[in-house]
């Protein structure tokens, strides 16, 4: 599945990620709404501190466990979502751009 994210570039989704995402975090199951929504209007983009080609989006909603991130994983250089999954906190890290 093929999704843009905020700046319009283009990042897939593959069948073996969503799988891995579902498994690992079964939560997101019905989520795959927000995880577009996160990639598309976040509130928070950050580089990972593990790896400079790696990024990731942040979006609060309300609705989420009454109140909480949900962190898509971005990996820049083949364009493809790593991971996602749902927290109380954004990580630390370089911001590289945030909703002002």
């Known amino acids: 599945m093929e999704l843009s994210d905020r700046f319009n570039r283009r990042t ?6 969503w799988n891995h995402i579902i498994e690992t975090h079964p939560e997101l199951k019905e989520m795959l709404k927000e995880l577009e929504g996160t990639l598309q209007d976040p509130e928070s983009i950050k580089k ?9 989006f942040y979006r609060y909603y309300e609705h989420i466990y009454e109140g909480k991130y949900m962190c898509v994983v971005v990996n820049l ?7 996602a ?4 906190r954004i990580k630390k890290g370089e911001i590289l751009w945030r909703k002002s």
Do not use: A
């Open 85 to 88: 999954y749902i927290t109380d």
């Open 77 to 83: 250089d083949n364009e493809s979502i790593v991971t």
């Open 48 to 56: 990972s501190v593990y790896n400079g080609n790696v990024v990731l």
């Open 12 to 17: 897939t989704l593959t069948e073996e990620r």
